[in-house]
RNA sequence: GCGCGAGUGGCGGAAUUGGUAUACGCGCAAGAUUAAGGAUCUUGUGCCGCAAGGCUUGGGGGUUCGAGUCCCCCCUCGCGCACCA
């Protein structure tokens, strides 16, 4: 032995590999399917499901073995409560940080890939995580993304119908709709819009992976420009991905996310007349009520009506305007926002309502991308347009009366109409009714629901995606058949964008050509494809007829309560992208009938975030990074799981701790030694104090305490108190002169899920000492120990005396006492009466068990 | 600006329905053992005070016999959205 090795206080370096060797070769943790000859149908099933990682050239960092132990154990505690249990791992491969990797190190993606892949699985499995690797999927393989482009096949053959559910395009055929009426209503279509083309990373990106201006990946600038892309018709679904978003198990806050970035809102359409003209303008507005204090109009610099109505004397500072703010990034024309800016064009509307002329003027605060572009604008009741018209000397009119003793002007709360005709006197959700009718008879207007949420922009001009399952010929495009999947990306030596926004795949040329007449799509899907169904994948991963097996998907998917994977784990950065995306394919899939439940995760908890010892964020150039390798080859695997969940709550960020560690280290090494004992020369031995005796009455009482709490904060996930109640227990087993054989070996069953090394090899320990008290096997292999409540019970229970609201007195009562005899025997304190300083007791409040309350 | 969440010892953090605030761990101190210990074991450890006792869950008010927990006002930090009509 090494000095090192000396200096261990357990020899976790010997067994942790030990036992994954062991569990590997017994294939402990395989999960069998229905169908499967093990396969026990008597057992209710539970899916615990990790975010699965995208394999970095850097490995794993501490972040990912927070959720991941958290999972395992939840994982392992079913399984030993009788559940069979779905509890896999992969690998979200494909997309641009890969592709960058590759280019930077001078490889193709497909190798770095591999070898990243190899570098996770290698530092997972040295953490003992119970994985079914046969289930393993990785979004680059062939036989995986066949499958992706599968889906991406169904969702271009299929549409919307009226009630919203999602049905096969031959429906619309049937129907004898013409081949432009069906390809607008495609679920997946190709549109000529401005989109968010990032120079830098030789793309185009997703609006929810544009923050700020900049690209999501790297931080690099983004310009609008319009391009033909494909796109994922998602805003059909924003009704129901709100509401559907009610029965989950979800955190409150991640709700909101997703309802604030779908940002349903409830209002009109309004179409304006043009003065001297037959154009009409239409607004979405939320407040039609305040139609008749509108002074003037907005729109959009971008909106194509803008030219047309701009009048000769105008036309010059208008395209000055128009140009200025195409010049600006989106970044730029957001910091600049403070300031309202615009030019009139000398059009103007007629205000429906009342007739009246207002002009019609361009800002850049009115958005091309949300409503119709178009808004009138209502000075007096909207902070925006109130700003606006005090800078330009606009008229600002009263039209909602606020509660007393507000001023109106920019009042923008509901109220009372006035100044408004036909409406004056209704309260604003009645104003709001009675003029939306109005305008529907009238034939000006329609009650709207209007939502944020954007198509999703699903293309990308890359190379390491998967290509898309599409040909074009004679400018039109078209599904290839099934069978020629999977479509395999053509083998580039020069992979790299080309720099313009003609995608890599150009470069094959071969591979390009579909047949003499037909080429292929040149663009890649976005990495987000990948993961919007792995987890189904997961439920039968080998299967190569199908996506997934109909009685796996059924069993996995399909059963218990609500159905859905049971426990979904993962960081809040995925809160409005693959959360939302991975729900949009999986109601397609559910309408199309190839899914069990409207909604792929019932329950979903988000990890908090590992900040560096000094509290910041980890990062490199702060140089507070923790490498997970070098915890385990110091403390071992069992350490860092422990002390990963012994932090704090999982949900909550915290940082990291090196005397944390050690800590949880040396309650692990006081395990050991509750079982092992070491001699002069450094050997183990099964400790002299281990007996086959029964357990004393304290000692059983802490253990089946232990076994109640760890089992109800499991359920919580609220390991940081499980593992200090293991930590109490474990305090009292080291403080007993005699440690019962078989109350240690319950205890090793509750710490097994949390560090399953320690409890496999004491386990085996003692079995090499006391045969007829260890069952062969793997203590994975036996159920969690029942609690006993009778253990629970004690005759004596501490009681406090307090006198007016503060402590003054504790005693040791019969559990059974009655209220008058505890309130005697408070009474009799000493402390009570010294503190009751010959006062009489106005009233005396009993709590069974717990205290008693003299009020003087 | 709007929305959400959180403020408890020197530090990470515990506290059923309102019922002993500070469990467990870290750190610190003393002792035991030891050739030695960055090992192990034992004991102590919220703050002020010699003590009796008093004070204490971001600050202020309130409800209550009793408030970290419930209600109102304010402050600080973190996260999200950010001209969404």
């Not at 000095?3 to 370096?13: D, G, L, N, T």
């Not at 096949?153 to 429906?171: F, M, Q, T």
């Not at 209502?378 to 039209?399: M, N, S, T, Y």
């Not at 053509?490 to 050509?513: H, M, R, Y």
């Given at each position: ?297 907005v729109l959009s610099p971008e909106h194509p009506l803008v030219p047309k109505l701009t009048t000769e004397a105008q036309r010059e500072a208008v395209e000055v305007y128009q140009k200025s703010v195409a010049s600006k990034s989106d970044l730029e024309r957001t910091e600049l926002a403070k300031e309202k800016s615009g030019v009139p064009t000398g059009a103007f509307a007629i205000n429906p309502v009342n007739e009246e002329k207002i002009p019609i003027w361009i800002a850049d605060y009115v958005l091309m991308g949300y409503g119709t572009g178009a808004i009138m604008a209502v000075p007096g009741h909207d902070e925006r347009d109130f700003e606006f018209a005090q800078k330009f000397e606009l008229p600002i009119k009263q039209v909602v009366q606020p509660p007393e003793g507000k ?450």
């Amino acid at each position: 032995m090494s000095s090192s090795e000396q200096r261990k206080a357990f020899p976790f370096s010997d067994f942790e590999p030990r036992w994954q060797a062991e569990w590997e070769s017994a294939n402990a943790f395989h999960t069998p399917n229905p169908g499967d000859p093990d396969f026990d149908a008597s057992k209710p099933k539970y899916f615990v499901l990790d975010m699965f990682p995208y394999p970095s050239g850097q490995g794993l960092h501490v972040g990912h073995p927070e959720g991941y132990t958290a999972t395992d154990i939840i994982g392992r505690f079913k399984k030993m409560s009788g559940f069979n249990v779905l509890h896999p791992m992969g690998w979200d491969a494909f997309g641009l940080p890969a592709e960058q990797y590759a280019i930077k190190t001078g490889q193709h993606p497909r190798t770095t890939t591999e070898k990243n892949i190899e570098g996770f699985r290698g530092q997972l499995k040295r953490l003992g995580f119970a994985y079914d690797w046969a289930r393993e999927v990785n979004t680059t393989d062939p036989g995986y993304f066949k499958w992706t482009q599968w889906i991406f096949l169904k969702l271009y053959h299929s549409y919307v119908n009226e009630v919203g559910k999602a049905r096969p395009i031959a429906e619309l055929e049937a129907q004898g709709l013409s081949r432009a009426e069906i390809d607008a209503r495609r679920l997946a279509y190709v549109s000529e819009a401005p989109v968010n083309w990032c120079p830098e990373l030789g793309t185009v990106l997703a609006n929810e992976e544009v923050v700020d201006g900049k690209s999501e990946v790297g931080g690099f600038p983004v310009e609008r420009r319009p391009m033909r892309q494909w796109m994922l018709r998602i805003t059909a679904f924003a009704q129901r991905l709100i509401d559907e978003l009610d029965g989950l198990d979800w955190p409150e806050s991640i709700k909101l996310l997703q309802r604030n970035w779908i940002g349903r809102s409830e209002g009109a359409h309004v179409t304006f007349g043009v003065a001297d003209g037959e154009d009409t303008i239409t607004v979405f507005t939320t407040r039609p009520d305040t139609l008749f204090g509108a002074t003037y109009m907005v729109l959009s610099p971008e909106h194509p009506l803008v030219p047309k109505l701009t009048t000769e004397a105008q036309r010059e500072a208008v395209e000055v305007y128009q140009k200025s703010v195409a010049s600006k990034s989106d970044l730029e024309r957001t910091e600049l926002a403070k300031e309202k800016s615009g030019v009139p064009t000398g059009a103007f509307a007629i205000n429906p309502v009342n007739e009246e002329k207002i002009p019609i003027w361009i800002a850049d605060y009115v958005l091309m991308g949300y409503g119709t572009g178009a808004i009138m604008a209502v000075p007096g009741h909207d902070e925006r347009d109130f700003e606006f018209a005090q800078k330009f000397e606009l008229p600002i009119k009263q039209v909602v009366q606020p509660p007393e003793g507000k001023d109106w002007q920019g009042f923008t709360d509901d109220g009372v109409a006035v100044h408004s005709g036909f409406l004056d006197g209704l309260a604003t959700p009645e104003a709001k009714a009675k003029i939306t009718t109005w305008l529907e008879e009238k034939g000006l207007g329609k009650g709207t629901v209007n939502f944020k949420l954007r198509d999703w922009l699903f293309s990308r001009q890359r190379y390491w995606g998967e290509p898309f399952p599409i040909v074009w010929e004679d400018g039109e495009h078209r599904g290839i058949p099934e069978t020629e999947l999977p479509l395999l990306p053509p083998t580039l030596e020069d992979f790299k964008p080309t720099g313009t926004p003609e995608p890599p795949l150009s470069k094959a040329t071969d591979w390009v050509q579909y047949s003499e007449t037909a080429k292929r799509e040149l663009n890649t899907m976005p990495q987000w494809a990948g993961s919007c169904w792995y987890y189904l994948r997961y439920c039968d991963a080998q299967n190569s007829e199908r996506f997934v097996g109909e009685a796996a998907e059924k069993y996995w998917m399909g059963g218990g309560k609500p159905g859905g994977v049971d426990l979904y784990v993962g960081g809040t950065e995925h809160a409005v992208l693959h959360l939302l995306y991975a729900r949009f394919w999986h109601k397609v899939l559910f309408d199309l009938g190839y899914v069990s439940t409207p909604e792929p995760f019932q329950r979903l908890v988000n990890q908090g975030l590992i900040m560096g010892e000094d509290g910041q964020k980890m990062s490199k150039s702060r140089g507070n990074v923790v490498n997970p390798d070098d915890v385990v080859s110091e403390y071992g695997a069992d350490s860092l799981r422990l002390y990963e969940m012994f932090m704090g709550p999982l949900e909550q960020s915290k940082p990291w701790s090196m005397k944390g560690v050690e800590g949880v280290y040396r309650f692990l090494a006081r395990v050991w030694r509750l079982v092992m004992e070491v001699d002069e020369e450094g050997r183990w031995s099964i400790s002299t104090a281990l007996k086959d005796v029964e357990i004393d009455k304290p000692l059983n009482k802490v253990l089946h305490e232990t076994i109640k709490k760890c089992g109800e904060d499991i359920e919580k996930l609220s390991f940081n108190t499980g593992i200090s109640q293991m930590m109490v227990c474990t305090n009292a087993f080291t403080q007993s002169e005699v440690r019962p054989v078989t109350g240690v070996l319950t205890f090793l069953r509750v710490l097994s899920p949390f560090a399953p090394h320690l409890a496999e090899e004491l386990n085996a320990q003692i079995r090499t000492a006391f045969p007829a008290l260890v069952p062969e096997g793997f203590v994975s292999d036996l159920t969690w120990p029942v609690f006993d409540p009778a253990a629970l019970v004690e005759d004596e229970i501490e009681v406090v005396f307090q006198v007016n609201g503060k402590l003054r007195d504790k005693a040791r009562v019969p559990a059974k006492a009655s209220k008058e005899e505890i309130e005697k025997i408070a009474l009799a304190s000493a402390k009570v009466q010294e503190f009751m300083e010959g006062k009489p007791a106005r009233k005396v409040i009993v709590v069974p068990g717990k205290l008693v309350n003299v009020v003087v």
